[in-house]
């Protein structure tokens, strides 16, 4: 581990483009994974909700008879002609590229979300290791903006916040401060109770005065999960920008017809976005200039 240490730290230093370019390639095959767990890990909550409704009430289920499905298991695969991806065109961005965002067994559209996400990672990813060493922190920066993606996708196109997802965010969160990390271990417990207890509070008194729900309970733990990772001081600067940003994008989305107004909000979108820029705003410390 300090051997790879030495050497990263050493490329970053003497070979800056060529550190880039390997970030580049880390985030276009993280990328790539982020699209796996966007798209099946929705279906795999599903698939286990089913099952629990069955048993609760009393249905017979044929869960032992289904394959496997999971985030590894079966292989990349159209959903369209369920024709095996071969591996030179699971290839990130180039293959989708190369096909011109078709299957090359029925010519049907791949979604532009696929190479969005990937090119998105990758340049995030460079942006980050373009002013952090190579180190524990970078390892951290990294899979704290990674989870967001994945936090921010799922959000936009299923209104949904796993709990797996949120609540181990909120763990790695703690467990990185443990020695401070991004903050005080102090700072994080505070920030992950305080995260959660403004927007339930919010939810609370907007259920009161309008007889509905004004927020998911996923933004609640999300929220959660970014105070444990930046500490409590950022909270209401992450609401504030979350929300304004939500506000702005949102009115242009109807303005132009895109979103109807009677459309929920994906707010962990916007808490998403908030965050990470947060979190980089606030490292001008580990700037190169």
């Excluded at 880039?20 to 279906?43: D, T």
């Excluded at 916040?161 to 271990?185: E, I, M, Q």
């Excluded at 609370?204 to 005065?209: A, E, G, M, N, Q």
Aim: hydrophobic share 55%.
């Amino acid at each position: 581990m300090i051997g790879w240490s030495i050497y990263f730290t050493v490329l970053y230093q003497q070979h800056f483009l060529l550190w880039l370019l390997f970030s580049g390639i880390l985030g276009l095959i993280i990328g790539s994974f982020i699209n796996v767990v966007v798209y099946r890990l929705p279906i795999m909550l599903e698939k286990v909700w089913q099952e629990e409704a069955k048993f609760i009430l009393g249905v017979s289920s044929s869960a032992f008879l289904e394959k496997t499905y999971n985030l590894l298991y079966p292989s990349s695969h159209c959903i369209n002609c369920h024709h095996a991806i071969r591996w030179f065109d699971n290839i990130p961005l180039l293959s989708w590229l190369i096909l011109r965002g078709r299957c090359r067994d029925c010519q049907t559209k791949i979604s532009i979300r696929y190479p969005l996400i990937e090119l998105l990672t990758a340049i995030i990813t460079m942006i980050i290791c373009s002013f952090i060493t190579p180190s524990l922190f970078l390892v951290a920066t990294l899979i704290f903006s990674w989870y967001l993606l994945i936090a921010a996708f799922i959000d936009a196109e299923k209104l949904l916040l796993p709990d797996c997802l949120t609540l181990s965010f909120l763990w790695l969160g703690l467990f990185f401060n443990l020695y401070g990390g991004f903050t005080s271990l102090d700072d994080a417990v505070k920030g992950a109770i305080i995260g959660y207890m403004v927007l339930w509070f919010v939810n609370t008194l907007f259920k009161f005065l309008y007889k509905k729900e004004g927020l998911g309970h996923g933004d609640f733990k999300l929220l959660a999960a970014l105070g444990a990772w930046l500490g409590w001081h950022y909270i209401i600067n992450i609401i504030l920008l979350a929300s304004v940003s939500g506000i702005i994008i949102t009115s242009v989305l109807i303005l132009f017809r895109v979103k109807s107004a009677k459309q929920p909000i994906a707010f962990g979108v916007y808490l998403s976005f908030a965050g990470w820029l947060i979190m980089i705003c606030n490292r001008t410390d580990y700037w190169l200039f």
